[in-house]
């Protein structure tokens, strides 16, 4: 990752203990409303949003407003705040919201930071296991107090992988079915979690050898895509270029066997042309 200029380490690391401060809340208001009725509404046919995304959104982007009037702000639910300075939030207030509401226990808070468009804090919190993801650049990634690094699988063959189904999948034929059918046939196992950020938080810790996906969202991916770089391991675009947020077809991995994951999605490309 290239230098980070114009900001005082202290200042990035004090933006990282603000987002830590405000996932955890975040994430206990996540548990509180687990058990409550839900309020479901549709933002497409398979996207859904519950009130406790809505809430979770709530709490976060007044919580950075007022400790930082001069950010920007891009959140999942439709939140925003032009910035007067270079630095954004990109927020994820509720990742695995189909999960939550079927309350199956997998679902994060994600909050990434960008300063002129370039990934500078990342924080996924899972409440359901009380794990605390965290990176800054140059710094590591860290679960809870502990350093973590990618895996050091060097076979595809041998590796697991994680990847999620574009909300789209209905009504575009590039809907990750060829992908998936690929992939299958050359690896140990595939693993379909439902929530991106927590995808990316588990391929920086080990959990997972590589995961891809298309169509995702900034806030889908921003605070994971750090964590991966500082653990070790490697991101790019489908094809192997920078990643592009706004694109969001990711691919990461331990870096180790990178280069057969993208050999992987070219055949399947090749084949549908």
């Given at each position: ?15 990282e ?45 007044e ?68 794990e ?24 595809l ?8 189904f ?11 079915v ?5 992939f ?55 094809s ?28 399947v ?5």
């Amino acid at each position: 990752m290239p230098e980070i200029r114009s900001i005082n380490k202290s200042d990035i690391e004090a933006y990282e203990k603000a987002a830590v401060e405000i996932a955890i809340r975040a994430g206990n208001l996540l548990q509180e409303k687990r058990n409550e009725e839900r309020e479901i509404d549709y933002k497409g046919e398979a996207d859904l949003v519950t009130d406790a995304d809505t809430a979770s959104e709530k709490m976060i982007t007044e919580f950075i407003s007022q400790r930082f009037p001069d950010h920007g702000i891009v959140a999942e639910e439709g939140s925003e705040k032009d910035a007067t300075s270079d630095f954004s939030w990109i927020i994820d207030p509720l990742d695995g919201t189909t999960n939550y509401a079927h309350n199956f226990p997998v679902y994060c808070v994600s909050i990434g930071m960008l300063y002129q468009d370039q990934v500078i804090l990342g924080v996924i919190y899972n409440p359901i296991l009380d794990e605390l993801f965290r990176a800054i650049p140059g710094e590591g990634a860290y679960l809870n107090d502990r350093l973590i690094k990618v895996s050091k699988e060097n076979r595809l063959s041998n590796s697991l992988l994680a990847t999620g189904f574009p909300y789209d999948k209905n009504e575009s034929d590039r809907d990750n079915v060829g992908y998936f059918a690929a992939f299958t046939k050359g690896i140990r196992g595939i693993r379909r979690l439902g929530s991106a950020a927590l995808d990316l938080a588990y391929v920086a810790c080990g959990r997972l050898d590589g995961f891809w996906e298309l169509k995702l969202k900034p806030w889908d991916i921003a605070a994971g895509i750090l964590m991966v770089k500082e653990a070790g391991g490697q991101i790019s675009g489908f094809s192997g270029e920078i990643l592009d947020l706004q694109k969001g077809d990711v691919v990461a991995s331990n870096g180790v066997i990178h280069s057969d994951m993208l050999e992987t999605i070219k055949s399947v490309d090749e084949r549908s042309k």
